[in-house]
């Protein structure tokens, strides 16, 4: 079959490689779409310390089950949701109800090969820990793909919390961001604005927020102030982007009490922020971060897509054939595209 | 009487003014004692946006009634201690249960008069809003000055949700790191592990903490995985002094979903910090602010002195007549002393 | 003024009584509307501990100020609700934020008059205790009436923490389980179930819930199944009537550690009711009063009537004039109408 | 090997049986102790739908390591608690956090042999899922059998989420009141009272509660009254046996806003309670079942047996031979004894 492999830094290349087989008690799944996702750029550039190359990466993936051994009732033909992050459900963290810290923590396009390939194995131990999804008929597979980001936003919103009543702000507009509002909204937020840099990107965020700016152009103070000061100020503010700049930005916007997530890695090469600590004292603020989802989440974000609570369709940008992935990936990068899914 | 008037930054007399008069529905009391808090130290140096000179300063008080016009059943003799904070109970914060950021906030020795004198007025309000506590028996009056400081740290903890099974680190062992660790344990921590760079003050915490360091002489890293490794590390870390380098430490040293408390403010002139943000996203910490208590909280900590479950007095260094209230602040500044409580 | 006097079970006369005047620091407001609520036709019938006859009842008001003396920058013209409970903000129940359970509750129709006469009196210590919100224009009175009771509806959600992906029953479809079917909704809920035995207001109901069934024509435990079988049945269950039979429904319905909350009183006269405990224990469900609600709550309560994310309308059957009022608690007795509005 | 067969109700015997061989990847412990627990009894003479005879019953155990297949590093010879139940860990419930309620469970005494044996194999699934934990030296292998009953009241303790200033009421104070009692102390409570109709039982309790009181000699209320009217009443409520008439009581008992565990199944042949539902509304109470233990919990059990924050030694009476299993359930049965070991 073909498949994209990572071979380390800037170097991908789509090849031919043995096919793989269902496990005995797995099963092989023909992939339809895999979604290229800010880690796979970071991955690209700067290499993951999870990933030995070469590799095959690719982790918000959709496909049809060809052979299924695992007795687990799905049918062949069924199209499904591979979910990305595998906790193994018994370590200290899973005991917790930490699954996104699970000490024994193994991974689609990680430990298990991805989604940027024609086909996936899909191990027994997957399958027994609940990460695949079926995917509802009037869903299409580059929709599904988003599932995997969308269960990212929602551990994003568990975590802070978000509900009935709350002022939302989220700093980034790029796909994440978009799914943050809709989430927002879905658990009851009185108000959610955005801010964004790129115009392009605050137009998509239009649909989705009450109200939108780009910073650049306007005070984000003032914009805040505008629109929540009757409300008592924005108490909940939601970094979708990984910068420095937008973090302290969110501890100056919330309100007294207000909770704030850091909901992007700061680049690797320079992952120091630096903040006013007193505006966390004084205003009793809390941040929280927030990375990866469990697959308890996963379901969730599919069936939030398939109900319409979020609608994923405006942000997917374009589809790829794996041939371009390295450029959907250089495209990312660039910012011009918010989601790409590539079709293996 | 003789009173402190704050005249502005470095600029404490001793005065006779006036005997303040039992206000109508009030009552006046004569201050038993009144310790310093770091925050007088700051005020001292720097001034604070909530106190305008002249102006008594001073809120960790304990008195006794002698003259009560109030009508709340408390005796002429009766010992009290008098809360600093007297929210509203009825703004927008308040009706959250945020009472520490009301947004009518007032308090002794801010907007009403403080214990730096022979005797205090209490007005009707502030007896109403319940911040007036009867002082045990058994409980002497420098004791009961530290119910204020106290009730901040319950209010860091709940914040905090500290409970059973945790294991705590906390950075800075003055007095405060000192009542941290007590209720730590108090509310059922398995293990309460300090750091401190003061010898003096690391053999203080020594009779409350499960395990100390000097950081300066031991690696912070190995002292806490030598005695939590086994337990899941700690899982919770208060920062109980206002130094950013500390700050960083936490995150470095929290486990995956640790919890953090920024409890200390940084100084007025650089509150800026500097921290690997990575930490946060990554191993999804949490950052919460702590700032003053409410009066329930202070209302709780004078029980908890009581009860003997926490255990302050060998938190005050010594007490030191109104007149030395300057050299006091000095002291403290220097670090000499943990506590002082200036008997007027 | 003309207004309606109760003066003790089943005796209720519209009289002329002297116009209240405004009160130093308070308003006079003239009632636009007040709802008859569940309680009122409870009060008619059996009496109640905190009314001392004769008196003004009626709780659930809308008005316009015609006279303001409190200085609380509402205009003369203004059209506000007046909320019912006033809570002090300082007791030990207030500084826990319980404050239905206040332990110097007061509240309008119960010790100040109600809203079943032309004019109210505004207490100073209302006004300032917050129970006043402004009705924007396009909400009309008689949708501003349910204000009070839908903000009860929120603090039964509160307590049950309703939200993303909840699988929800309502029993009862009252205005009550109308309101909560929608606040579900706007929590989050993934499905909203509602069962009643009124068809008419069953009718009603089905234009709020994803699916109704009347438990006299359909097996409850079946209908449950068949629509949340797969999603793990129904986790929260809201019993919104005062029956007996329904609380212990409700804990066989619930799923395996469902949150059950008994929204309604059962009558004065009969509040005995037989459970099979062991489906608490066993199931570790959890069961939740709710009583009444606070300032904030009535707040957002209108806010959710403004923005339309609760939609009130459908539920006021008609409005009637004071002399009226006898009339309407009968017909409320005899469930023929969901809510009547009292025109005084 | 000698083992106990419960062959049906009121049926065992002790038979000489083929000795389990340690399973590939499992292990062979020989056992030194096993409680008997309230459901053994319950089993005895009602059976229990999860047992099917003839088996091998028996749930708090405690032994030594004969054989260890596992690889997970215990050595032969260490002294172990056997864990009861065996949650999934990847189902709907477990990835809620719900263990107790997992939709796949198993446990050892239902699914898997249980304790009442002279050796038990230990199945690679259950180690997997870290039901076993090592027992310090200074533990004995009888108190190291309360592990599992301990787990439980941890979790009816979690649920309840008893804190700092709570004032609990604990009814029966059989072993399990009488853990409770302790660990609501670890966990911050102020006061602890306990209501006991055995005063043989009372006496055990006075070691560990604030105050004691017997029912039948004192008015519950006014005993409750006494030691926290002025501290709020008692604002949790833990019914720690299996009786109708304590379940009502707590309710009356309980403050406004309070908790209630109902810890204690009702008889199978009447599980009916007979509450004042109006209780609950009006007071806001909550009442939580509580079922079962986590491996987590048991874990943290026996670390609290080990610090010695819990002393199970008291609630020992004493140990009896495997062939005196039928007479001990009986004594159970008879209330003589709180908790009998058996060494098989
Ligand atoms: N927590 C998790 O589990 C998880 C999962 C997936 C993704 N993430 C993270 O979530 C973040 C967003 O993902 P994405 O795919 O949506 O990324 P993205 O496409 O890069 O979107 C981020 C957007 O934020 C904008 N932005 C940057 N700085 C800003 C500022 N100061 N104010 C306002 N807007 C600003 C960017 O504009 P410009 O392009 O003009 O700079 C960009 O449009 C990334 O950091 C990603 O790593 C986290
Ligand atoms: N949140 C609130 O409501 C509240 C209320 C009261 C106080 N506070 C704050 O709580 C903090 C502690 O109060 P305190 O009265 O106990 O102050 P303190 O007497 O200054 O004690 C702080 C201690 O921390 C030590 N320390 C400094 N940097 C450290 C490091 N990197 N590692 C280990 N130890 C370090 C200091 O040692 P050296 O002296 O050698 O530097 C000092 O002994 C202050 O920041 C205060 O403003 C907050
Ligand atoms: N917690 C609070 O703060 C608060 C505030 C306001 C109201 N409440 C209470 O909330 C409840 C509902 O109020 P409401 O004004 O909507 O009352 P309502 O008009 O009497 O509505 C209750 C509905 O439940 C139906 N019902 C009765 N038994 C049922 C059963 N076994 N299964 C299904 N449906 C059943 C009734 O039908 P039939 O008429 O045919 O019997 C009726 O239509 C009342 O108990 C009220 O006291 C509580
Ligand atoms: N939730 C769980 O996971 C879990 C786990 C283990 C046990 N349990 C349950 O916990 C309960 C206690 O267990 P145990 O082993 O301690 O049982 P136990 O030995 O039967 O103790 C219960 C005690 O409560 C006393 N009592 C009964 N009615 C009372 C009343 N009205 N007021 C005051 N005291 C009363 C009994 O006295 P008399 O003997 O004089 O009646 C008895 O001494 C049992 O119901 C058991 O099934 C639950
Ligand atoms: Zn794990
Ligand atoms: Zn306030
Ligand atoms: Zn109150
Ligand atoms: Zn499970």
């Not at 109800?97 to 991805?114: L, W």
């Not at 978000?162 to 980034?172: A, K």
Request: hydrophobic letters at 40%.
């Amino acid at each position: 079959m073909k498949a994209a492999i990572y071979r380390g830094t800037e170097d991908i290349v789509i090849q031919d490689v043995p096919m793989p087989e269902a496990p005995a008690g797995g099963m092989l799944v023909k992939v339809h779409g895999c979604a290229v996702c800010g880690s796979d750029v970071r991955t690209y550039f700067f290499g993951n310390s999870m990933i030995t190359p070469p590799w095959i990466i690719g982790h918000e993936t959709a496909g049809e089950i060809i052979e299924n051994n695992s007795g687990n009732g799905m049918q062949v033909g069924q199209r499904i949701t591979v979910g990305t992050a595998i906790p193994c459900g018994h370590c200290r963290q899973c005991y917790l109800g930490h699954y996104t810290m699970c000490e024994n923590m193994t991974a689609h396009g990680f430990e298990f090969p991805g989604g940027y390939a024609e086909y996936m194995a899909i191990e027994p131990y997957a399958i027994q820990q609940g990460v695949l999804n079926c995917i509802p008929e009037h869903v299409n597979s580059d929709e599904a793909c988003l599932t995997e980001p969308l269960a990212c936003v929602l551990n994003g919103q568990e975590i802070l919390n978000v509900g009935l009543g709350d002022r939302v702000l989220v700093i980034g507009t790029g796909a994440i961001g978009c799914m943050h509002i809709q989430v927002a909204h879905a658990r009851g937020a009185a108000m959610v604005l955005a801010l964004e840099l790129d115009d392009r990107r605050l137009a998509v965020a239009k649909e989705f927020a009450d109200h939108i700016a780009n910073p650049a152009k306007e005070d984000p103070k003032e914009f805040v102030d505008r629109w929540t000061k009757d409300l008592g100020g924005v108490n909940v503010v939601i970094v979708a982007c990984g910068v420095a700049k937008a973090q302290m930005l969110a501890l100056e916007l919330a309100s007294p009490r207000g909770r704030i997530c850091n909901f992007g890695g700061l680049p690797k090469t320079d992952p120091m922020s630096t903040i006013n600590a007193n505006l966390i004292h004084y205003k009793e603020l809390s941040i929280f971060g927030s990375f990866s989802s469990n697959p308890r989440q996963n379901q969730q974000a599919l069936s939030l897509i398939a109900s319409g609570a979020v609608n994923v369709k405006p942000l997917i940008s374009k589809s790829l054939p794996l041939d371009l992935l390295e450029s959907a990936i250089l495209e990312m990068k660039r910012g011009e595209s918010m989601k790409i899914v590539i079709h293996p």
